[in-house]
């Protein structure tokens, strides 16, 4: 597969916890396609749901050099949930944030890797509510 010179981060975890009932996990990678699985168990288990994600595919957390996070949508509670868990992160691994603004994750980590989105590159991230 031909590596994308659009995608500037070798490997991105995206989060999205907009939805009240669900929580969206995707992985970019450059040479491979995107994964996205969807978790039932709402954001509060976020981390845990993170851990499983990454342990199921094969990635550990230490390889991801961006992360990527839905700051709108549905529940803010959610937002919130997942924009702390991200912030978090991004302040442990000394990580870039990408601010996804909406829109449903699998198209919006597909427009991304394809170079068709170009999202605001943060070190903290907040609301957009």
């Not at 396609?33 to 039932?40: G, K, Q």
Request: hydrophobic share 40%; net charge neutral.
């Amino acid at each position: 597969m031909k590596k994308h010179e659009n995608l500037h981060f070798p490997k991105i975890l995206a989060i999205d916890s907009s939805d009240r009932e669900k929580v969206t996990l995707g992985l970019i990678q450059e040479d491979q396609e995107n994964i996205v699985s969807e978790f039932d168990n709402r954001s509060q288990d976020l981390a845990l749901n993170i851990e499983t994600f990454l342990k199921k595919n094969g990635v550990v957390l230490s390889e991801i050099r961006a992360l990527a996070v839905t700051r709108n949508g549905g529940s803010l509670t959610g937002i919130r949930m997942g924009i702390a868990t991200t912030n978090t992160l991004a302040y442990m691994l000394n990580l870039p944030i990408l601010e996804l603004d909406s829109g449903e994750l699998t198209q919006e980590l597909g427009r991304l890797k394809n170079g068709k989105l170009s999202p605001k590159v943060v070190k903290q991230t907040t609301p957009l509510a």
